[in-house]
Nanobody
Framework: QVQLVESGGGSVHAGGSLKLSCTSS????????MGWFRQAPGKEREGVAG????????FYADFAKGRFTISQDNAKNTIYLQMNTLKPEDSAMYYC??????????????????????RGQGTQVTVS
């Protein structure tokens, strides 16, 4: 199982911001597809945002476009998810994931299907 360590979750009011971080090993980080998916109680998992760490190409779910920004820091083997203008419906457990290049799937679709062995423990985001 890959080692992905997330941080940055918390509770904010609607309209607020949070920045999530996910640190991995250099091997996992280099030239890989990494990203975030989320899952709220009683709801299906959904991909949020992805990034090719080799090219810095980014991908977003429709609900994330214009509000969320995924980025990376090569020196720290870390990806980030800056979330602005948060809404109550953004409340969920957010998971960092790797390996989002899956044949026949978009990056966002693949993130929503990430197997347990390719994700971190998750960080809770609550928007009230």
């Amino acid at each position: 199982q890959v080692q992905l360590v997330e941080s940055g979750g918390g509770s904010v009011h609607a309209g607020g911001s949070l920045k999530l971080s996910c640190t991995s090993s250099k091997t996992t980080f280099s030239d890989n597809c990494m990203g975030w998916f989320r899952q709220a109680p009683g709801k299906e998992r959904e991909g949020v945002a992805g990034i090719y760490t080799g090219t810095r190409d980014t991908f977003y779910a429709d609900f994330a476009k214009g509000r969320f920004t995924i980025s990376q820091d090569n020196a720290k083997n870390t990806i980030y998810l800056q979330m602005n203008t948060l809404k109550p419906e953004d409340s969920a457990m957010y998971y960092c994931a790797t390996g989002c290049l899956v044949a026949g799937k978009t990056v966002i679709q693949a993130l929503g299907l990430t197997p347990r062995r390719q994700r971190g423990q998750g960080t809770q985001v609550t928007v009230s």
